[in-house]
């Protein structure tokens, strides 16, 4: 009777295994997600509060939930334009809560507890859209008769997903290379560099390496290194994705050049040691090896200016200019990818025409000028571009000319971008690692990517 | 002579019935909806191509045999028994070698065990972060203390062969909970067993090997049982390390250093919430169920050769 009630106690056990593991994993329970993110709500749903002014929402207003993934002093920002809205909207009364967590926000969704409105990136607008997480805007915007043609057409382009528009944007994201006058100044130069050739000659020049063989200063553009593959490859005339929008060719002369170059810098100074530098800071953290003035060339966004000199105000003297081209190609100068921070509203919202009437207002020139403009982002207005404050935000003029570069391009939305990226991450790891060589690991992206597209 | 007892007439007990069932209907309400509804409802997800977005599409064992073809659920699969097959022993280990200690007789006690125990309170993110600080391969405090020994430094976060021996050595600081379980069994071993060894005889070694570890060899028993379940759904740790590997903030699908850190419960919440394959992942529970099912019946099926009840 005893072991019988034992081998149940066992079972039993196993069986809480299920509930456990979906209940530690689902977002909800993660701590790491819920107990920040919780708190980061409940700090931003007290701030929106307060800078809503109003405080008691009015009764005859409907309301409508914003959660958006911004923290911080970007929170802030949202929370100045919600407030703004709520001001001047008779009809409805915008609630934001910052929820840094994408997955919180799917799952809330699926639940139907999620919100009226949303934001993320375009580059997920594919999976998305795909998957019937989106409503399809074209009907409404026809009903309101609202006039798109404001709008930078790549930053439009990249919120449509098989001719349908599934969201607006708000800001373009735009990346370019940033660098460390005063340690390209060191070594005797004082001009970025135009070419790979010339970059890959200035990072060898700037690394500066301690007795034990690790690296002080990082002259190579390798962190944040999710950063540097995929717009180096741009850079250089590659891509992950064919004129087709499925899996590039094995022999992309720019994904290759991209790849040997950085794996070549670490065969120079020693795969552990890149790899310890890249491990020991954080991305827009004061550990940040650029802010730290640790770091000769950063590849990064039009937001990093002002994260440099208004939030962390620290002292680098630094430039930007586009990121190289190869040697001998002035034809790809300015070649990029565009990618847009964008607003949504999920396909079961419960108040879609109050979304609607705030996603038109937060992706207008006043909520956008509030929310992004104003504050170093890049318009996704053409009629920003002229703004005061547009002008005077850091490095417009770099930003200006790449978006008005033709070398610029949107990257595809299909609804396998996640598992595609996945694996090009996974297998340009391995190279880097020196566990394989380049041209394997884009022989590989190309089969394994294949295998996913089919 | 002995009594009899009024026989309880059926209208009694019907109600003595009913009362009882209404009493336990929350309980039933709630196992019903909250536990065996989503427990059914995985079953049949795990048949189904499912996004939590669209109705879940019928497509029979398609789940399970793509499972068995993907390479990254064998690395799931390889990184998890990694955890439980070295971090369980060692937990154990280490735990039962504090209780040993924390069972002497020494001034002071109370605060010792106070100290030991206080790691194990501390929220799993708080000390996750902490060890991401020491951890930390250049300005770290372990790498430091290496340094000075004149000892390799490992990149503890992002070199694949050390990611995994970083989270037991996270796992090994937190042991207080499985301590103090240890501390109550070993206080619980008759005295009196202990004294006539000792008039017998027998040694430190002889007492702990012949008293000591049958005497809590239930509650090893029982802390293997959990140990084991609870390395199966190894998580949270990972998933902070990933993030910080990655260059920190930045939204990216990873198993760490070259899937060093992709745990099967990782893996399954890729599927379910980062690639929305809700079938798929159903059907990784389902497969992790009948793991720990069989490896906690193979568990008992032992304990006939090492654990010791004393009653029977």
Same mark, same amino acid.
């Given at each position: 009777m005893k072991k019988l009630v034992k081998k149940l106690l066992a079972l039993g056990l196993a069986g809480a295994t299920i509930c456990g593991v979906l209940a530690s994993c689902s977002p909800g329970a993660d701590t790491s997600s819920s107990d920040s993110g919780s708190g980061a709500a409940q700090a931003s749903q007290d701030a929106g509060g307060a800078q809503g002014g109003d405080g008691a929402q009015t009764a005859e207003k409907k309301k409508v939930v914003l959660w958006h993934l911004w923290t911080g002093a970007e929170a802030g920002y949202v929370d100045e334009a919600v407030a703004a809205y709520n001001a001047q909207s008779d009809l409805y009364e915008v609630e934001a809560v910052s929820t840094p967590d994408s997955q919180k926000i799917m799952v809330a969704i699926q639940a139907g507890t999620g919100p009226d409105i949303t934001d993320d990136f375009t580059n997920n607008i594919g999976s998305y859209a795909s998957k019937g997480i989106m409503m399809p805007l074209d009907d409404k915007i026809a009903e309101v008769g609202a @006039? +798109? /043609? @404001? %709008?930078?057409p790549s930053t439009l382009e990249a919120c449509r997903y098989e001719g349908k528009l599934y969201a607006l944007p708000v800001g373009m994201n735009l990346m370019a290379l940033f660098y460390n006058k005063d340690l390209l100044a060191e070594a005797g130069y004082t001009e970025p560099p135009k070419t790979m050739e010339e970059l890959y000659q200035m990072a060898v020049d700037t690394t500066k390496v301690n007795d034990d063989g690790t690296i002080d200063v990082l002259g190579f553009p390798d962190f944040p290194s999710v950063y540097y593959m995929d717009n180096f490859a741009a850079a250089l005339? !590659? !891509?992950?994705?064919d004129e087709n929008g499925k899996p590039a060719s094995p022999d992309n002369e720019g994904n290759l050049m991209a790849l040997q170059y950085a794996v070549k810098y670490r065969e120079q100074f020693g795969v552990d040691n890149v790899a310890k530098f890249g491990s020991a800071g954080k991305y827009l953290d004061p550990t940040d090896p650029f802010l730290a003035g640790k770091e000769t060339f950063r590849v990064d966004g039009n937001w990093l200016g002002q994260n440099i000199k208004e939030l962390f105000k620290v002292d680098v003297n630094y430039g930007c200019t586009f990121l190289p081209y190869p040697e001998g190609r002035e034809d790809l100068a300015g070649r990029g990818i565009a990618s847009s921070s964008m607003y949504y509203i999920p396909s079961n919202a419960k108040e879609p025409d109050g979304a609607f009437d705030f996603l038109l207002y937060i992706a207008g020139p006043e909520g956008t000028m509030i929310q992004s403009v104003s504050r170093g982002g890049f318009p996704s +207005?053409? /009629?920003? %571009? @002229?703004s005061e404050e547009f002008k005077k935000s850091y490095d417009s003029d770099v930003f200006t000319a790449l978006a008005e570069s033709p070398n610029l391009f949107a990257l595809p939305n299909v609804p396998q971008s996640t598992e595609y990226a996945t694996i090009c991450n996974e297998e340009v790891e391995l190279a880097l690692n020196l566990k394989q060589t380049p041209e394997q690991a884009l022989q590989n992206i190309y089969e394994r990517g294949s295998a996913l597209f089919e | 002579m002995a009594q009899k007892k009024p026989p309880v007439r059926g209208k009694k007990r019907n109600s003595h019935t009913a009362a009882g069932i209404l009493f336990a209907l929350p309980w039933i309400i709630g196992f019903l909806a909250f536990s065996l509804y989503p427990i059914v409802m995985s079953v049949y997800y795990s048949l189904t191509d499912f996004n939590m977005f669209q109705a879940p599409k019928f497509v029979g064992l398609e789940n399970y045999t793509a499972l068995f073809q993907d390479e990254k659920f064998y690395k799931s699969l390889w990184n998890t028994m990694y955890m439980t097959v070295l971090g369980t022993p060692l937990s154990l280990l280490v735990g039962l070698l504090m209780a040993l200690l924390l069972n002497q007789k020494v001034r002071g006690m109370p605060f010792f065990r106070t100290l030991f125990y206080l790691?194990? $309170? $501390?929220p799993l993110v708080a000390s996750s972060m902490l060890w991401l600080w020491i951890l930390n391969p250049q300005y770290g405090l372990l790498n430091q203390m290496l340094q000075k020994l004149g000892l390799y430094q490992p990149n503890?976060?992002?070199?694949p062969d050390f990611t995994k021996p970083a989270l037991l050595i996270m796992g090994v600081w937190g042991v207080g909970g499985i301590m103090i379980i240890f501390l109550a069994a070993l206080q619980d071993v008759p005295r009196s067993l202990y004294e006539a060894a000792e008039i017998d005889g027998a040694g430190t070694l002889k007492k702990f090997v012949h008293i000591t570890l049958p005497g809590i060899s239930p509650v090893i028993f029982f802390q293997l049982i959990m140990g084991v379940i609870n390395n199966f759904q190894y998580f949270t740790q990972a998933y902070l390390m990933i993030g910080s590997s990655t260059g920190g903030g930045l939204n990216v699908v990873s198993g760490g250093a070259e899937n060093s850190l992709l745990f099967y419960a990782l893996y399954l919440y890729q599927n379910a919430f980062n690639l929305f394959k809700m079938g798929k992942a159903s059907a990784m529970a389902w497969i992790l169920f009948l793991i720990v099912a069989l490896v906690t019946f193979v568990i008992f099926k032992t304990q006939d050769r090492w654990v010791s009840y004393g009653d029977d």
């Open positions: @006039d +798109l /043609s @404001d %709008f930078v005339g !590659g !891509g992950w994705y +207005l053409l /009629s920003q %571009f @002229d | 790691p194990s $309170v $501390v503890w976060l992002t070199d």
